[in-house]
């Protein structure tokens, strides 16, 4: 490719020991190469430095193009000839203007073409420097059989339907079914009654996820009895199936190169306890996975993986933090009585093989039972619903999450804060009352009375506990605010998912409440409602299992997190009283 120029639009701070440069603000780059891939550029720096940067960290230099044509002058009319009267007996010819109006009226003004939006017309200097790409980022040209599981980004089908296949927008996809067995999309037509119409906002949640389709029966998949999800009715209420819990350990975080030694990354070895077969999976493979049951499952909130990093990412305690994350994350997968059995995440987990990984992981790319689809895996209880007891329920679950949400992003908030000051301001203060008394201790060891050295010694015990003390400030909140806090992060992720949640069921009942107007009115048949009603039920049944989940979830969640909390702060307070007691029985010593 041919070089060009851009500016770098932040700083960027390479990481040791790979192909990295710096950038600063301002500075006009060389760029090389722009098919390294993974969101990163190949380019020379003005310090004549050559390596990779991220994508997004500079703005290529426009061209000026050259200026449009300028429109030709417009053509004066022409005036026609003075004909002078002809002489008896000649014939004077009247001479003819040729005009080329045909090529004025076809000429196109350039000046009026429209012209496309400037992509970076925002104000970049307000907006924060994006993420850079995660390192080990691989460009899809490049091959290596010895690198497979780099493959996860770089297959492409022809087929492959923007969306996924569950989308509201897929119509085309949806002609061939439509009219079967169990479609009212079309009913009325053609027998004098009037036309069921379809909702025409296609960008709702509802829609999107195929909600519609799948409650107006247009969407036709087979489902294998392995794909069948149960839901029962317990004293508790509705209920996902119960299933056979297992564990799965997250250790040994490594680092390791690829594209000789251009990038790094860090692989975690993963163990199920079904197989005892270790896998190593990156981050990156994390976030893949992430994203397909986000995908597959709409009524069932996902926890959040911990944040991506791009300063910083590989220092040993970021990589043991993100580590007991992960181990978190997984923990909760493994509970999961749907997400723990689906077959993505049993591919994750257990897969070992290259072709066998493409396949799998391809397979789980055009898997068709994802969005409002999945429904129609569910097997759930005969009976009708009381759909007046529900809409209470899912409403009193909804205010519910409302202040549970509020709730959890202030406790952040005080344990964000909370984690600065014992690094910052509360370590500070204890190491200047022992800087204090430090001070006195010397200042008393200038007495060379037989009588002073046991109080300079004891207040020089008590400068040095202080200062232990500080430390221990420092040290506490990885015990117990940090750990607090992880899981705020996760339930603050999971209570974002729920108002989208609630309007795939609000889409579900109101479109319930249209069909049975239809058939009051006599524009669909009784069983096309009852039809209708039992799809509704399917989501109603589904999303209570969900809520029921969430709550026994969240029980055995925060009483284990306040006991292990609080366990912490008596140890942590503990700790500085038996200090301080230590320094005490210094005193107690000295004979008056």
């Avoid at 969407?219 to 069948?228: F, G, R, Y």
């Avoid at 004293?235 to 996902?240: L, Q, V």
């Avoid at 069983?527 to 799809?535: S, W």
């Avoid at 709550?551 to 702060?569: S, Y």
């Amino acid at each position: 490719m041919s070089e060009f120029k851009a500016t770098a639009l932040y700083d960027f701070e390479p990481q040791p020991d790979t192909s990295e440069i710096r950038l600063r603000a301002g500075e006009l780059l060389t760029i090389t190469r722009t098919d390294v891939g993974e969101g990163w550029w190949e380019g020379v720096n003005e310090s004549q430095q050559c390596g990779l940067f991220p994508e997004a960290y500079c703005e290529r230099v426009a061209v000026s193009p050259p200026p449009p044509p300028v429109a030709p002058p417009a053509a004066l009319p022409i005036a026609p000839p003075v004909v002078p009267p002809a002489a008896p007996g000649w014939s004077v010819p009247t001479p003819t203007a040729t005009t080329p109006a045909a090529s004025r009226n076809s000429w196109t003004d350039p000046w009026k073409e429209p012209t496309p939006a400037d992509p970076w017309s925002t104000d970049r200097e307000k907006m924060p420097p994006p993420a850079a790409p995660v390192p080990g980022g691989r460009p899809s040209s490049v091959t290596n059989a010895d690198d497979w599981d780099d493959d996860w980004d770089d297959d492409s089908d022809a087929d492959t339907q923007v969306g996924g296949p569950a989308g509201g927008g897929e119509a085309a996809r949806h002609l061939a079914v439509r009219g079967s067995a169990g479609d009212v999309s079309n009913s009325g037509r053609g027998d004098g009654k009037a036309t069921v119409k379809r909702n025409l906002n296609r960008f709702s949640t509802f829609v999107k996820s195929g909600g519609e389709d799948y409650i107006l029966g247009v969407s036709k998949i087979h489902v294998s009895d392995a794909d069948l999800i149960t839901i029962t009715e317990t004293e508790h209420g509705y209920e996902w199936d119960s299933f056979t819990p297992y564990t799965c350990t997250v250790t040994s975080p490594k680092k390791e190169t690829k594209m000789k030694g251009l990038k790094s990354f860090i692989a975690y070895q993963l163990v199920p306890s079904f197989s005892n077969i270790q896998v190593s999976r990156r981050y990156k493979h994390f976030d893949w996975l992430h994203d397909r049951l986000e995908e597959k499952f709409t009524l069932i909130p996902v926890a959040p993986l911990p944040d991506k990093q791009v300063t910083g990412r590989y220092e040993e305690d970021f990589i043991e933090h993100r580590m007991m994350m992960l181990q978190q994350w997984v923990n909760r997968i493994c509970r999961h009585p749907v997400l723990s059995r689906c077959e993505v995440w049993n591919h994750f987990l257990t897969c070992t093989d290259e072709k066998q990984w493409k396949t799998g992981k391809r397979r789980a790319e055009k898997d068709e039972l994802v969005g409002a689809n999945f429904f129609m895996a569910l097997k759930v209880p005969d009976k009708p619903l009381m759909q007046g007891q529900i809409e209470t329920e899912i409403d009193n679950f909804s205010k519910f999450s409302q202040s549970m949400d509020a709730a959890v992003k202030l406790l952040q908030t005080i344990s964000v804060d909370q984690i600065k000051k014992h690094q910052g301001p509360y370590k500070r203060e204890f190491q200047k009352i022992s800087h204090g008394f430090k001070a006195l201790s010397q200042a008393f060891g200038s007495d060379t009375q037989a009588y002073s050295p046991a109080l300079t010694q004891a207040v020089g015990h008590t400068a040095a506990v202080y200062q232990e003390v500080g430390q221990l400030y420092e040290d506490q909140p990885r015990y117990d605010w940090e750990r607090f806090n992880d899981l705020l992060h996760e339930y603050r992720g999971m209570l974002t998912s729920f108002p989208d949640m609630f309007n795939m069921h609000k889409g579900a009942m109101q479109k319930r409440k249209e069909y049975s107007r239809y058939g009051a009115e006599g524009k669909l048949s009784d069983d096309e409602v009852q039809q209708v009603g039992r799809r509704t039920d399917v989501v109603s049944y589904a999303l209570m299992a969900e809520m029921s989940h969430f709550q026994k979830e969240r029980v055995a969640d925060f009483t284990e997190a306040m006991r292990g909390f609080l366990r912490n702060q008596v140890s942590f307070y503990r700790q500085i009283a038996d200090k301080l007691e230590e320094s005490l029985q210094t005193y107690e010593n000295i004979q008056s």
